[in-house]
């Protein structure tokens, strides 16, 4: 399958899910990251949900990060260049939903791609060998590529890993693990 074709299958599979069952595989998938050693870190990025996409609930998972008192890092997307500018979640930045609906900071404490420890990586497949299918505007692989080589990368994903290893290219950047509400795979 193509990634255009897998894009296809993946939407098709998400739109399809209630939202009980999103909310049921997030706390899930929230749980098995318990399972990973990756809690003695201190620079966590995450991405905050677009509901509208039925993405998985990252909620779950900023709280498991706010008990642990991690540092929790939010990004900004440039439609221009297809670049990311992180910031500090903080108590008093200010989140808006941008033309994509995608939850963003205003303002904030900037971080640069080399602090961070561990990247929480949306995605909408993924094959048994690590790779990943997003959006398609490599906002992601940009972004790790400019991250520390022993950055722990992590996807999340309602589905289990598609059968067939993806055709890869040179700017794909390979997860370190993938979390789906039944398993975790490391590669």
């Known amino acids: ?10 939407k098709s599979l998400r739109k399809a899910l209630s939202l009980d069952d999103i909310e049921d595989y997030s706390l899930s998938i929230a749980n098995q990251l318990l399972k990973l050693d990756i809690w003695d870190k201190s620079f966590y990025h995450i991405f905050l949900t677009i509901e509208e996409q039925k993405e998985i609930n990252t909620e779950y998972i900023l709280n498991i990060l706010a008990g642990k008192d991690k540092n929790i890092v939010i990004s900004k997307s440039n439609f221009v260049d297809f670049s990311m500018t992180h910031y500090l979640l903080t108590d008093s930045i ?27 990586v949306p995605l909408l497949a ?57 398993h975790v795979f490391q590669f």
């Open 1 to 10: 399958m193509t990634k255009s074709e897998l894009r296809k299958k993946y």
């Open 94 to 120: 200010t989140i808006k939903k941008n033309n994509y609906n995608i939850p963003e900071p205003i303002d904030g404490i900037p971080i640069a791609s080399e602090q961070l420890e561990v990247v929480f």
């Open 126 to 182: 993924f094959d048994k060998t690590g790779n990943r299918v997003g959006y398609g505007k490599g906002f992601y692989d940009r972004f790790l590529k400019h991250c520390k080589p022993e950055t722990i990368k992590i996807g999340l994903s309602f589905f289990e890993a598609e059968t067939e290893n993806f055709e890869a290219v040179d700017n794909d950047v390979k997860l370190d693990y993938c979390v789906t509400p039944n």
